[in-house]
């Protein structure tokens, strides 16, 4: 199990409560450390977030300059090591035209394949050690968890003004 300190955690209904709460939590010094877990990805999160562009587009990029050096190597290293002469042309750079279909194709699917691992690294998927706080978070509900701090706290009263549907303490495990 992974380590979290204890604190309180509060479910949300509604995506607009959630992102009005992580605005104000954000600006709080003693919510250091907050975490806010979504049945799936939302844009207003990521908004709210403020992190900026996603680093798994490097990932892609990579990805997509591999595939066409390798199509286009693949090619040419084949066209020098297998000669087909059409037409009186020389094997080579001459049948460049020929290898932009191999080059293109391996583009996709290399800049495919690393956008997945990137997602995968990036998001730390899969991980086995991550408790699950409230099995609600993988269907409909939304959540804020704000470590060291108590149900009669000053983070409580701010979650639930922002229309937490439920605030209940999390043990330290």
Not at 3 to 15: D, E, S
Not at 25 to 31: E, H, L, Y
Not at 160 to 165: D, H, L, S, Y
């Amino acid at each position: 199990m992974s380590k979290r300190p204890g604190g309180i955690l509060a479910v949300y209904q509604y995506l607009d409560n959630l992102v009005d709460a992580m605005k104000a939590v954000q600006a709080r010094p003693d919510c250091a450390g907050h975490e806010v877990f979504s049945p799936t990805s939302y844009h207003e999160i990521e908004e709210a977030l403020d992190m900026g562009p996603s680093p798994v587009r490097w990932f892609t990029l990579s990805g997509a300059l591999t595939g066409t050096v390798t199509g286009f190597g693949l090619a040419l290293w084949l066209d020098y090591d297998w000669p087909q002469v059409v037409g009186g042309k020389l094997a080579g750079l001459y049948s460049v035209p020929a290898y932009v279909v191999i080059g293109f194709e391996l583009t996709i699917l290399f800049g495919g394949l690393m956008t997945i691992l990137g997602m995968l690294v990036m998001g730390r998927l899969p991980n086995p050690k991550q408790r699950i706080l409230d099995p609600r978070f993988t269907d409909d509900r939304f959540g804020i968890f704000v470590p060291n701090a108590s149900l009669d706290s000053e983070q409580a009263r701010l979650l639930k003004q922002f229309g937490a549907e439920e605030i209940r303490i999390i043990e330290s495990k």
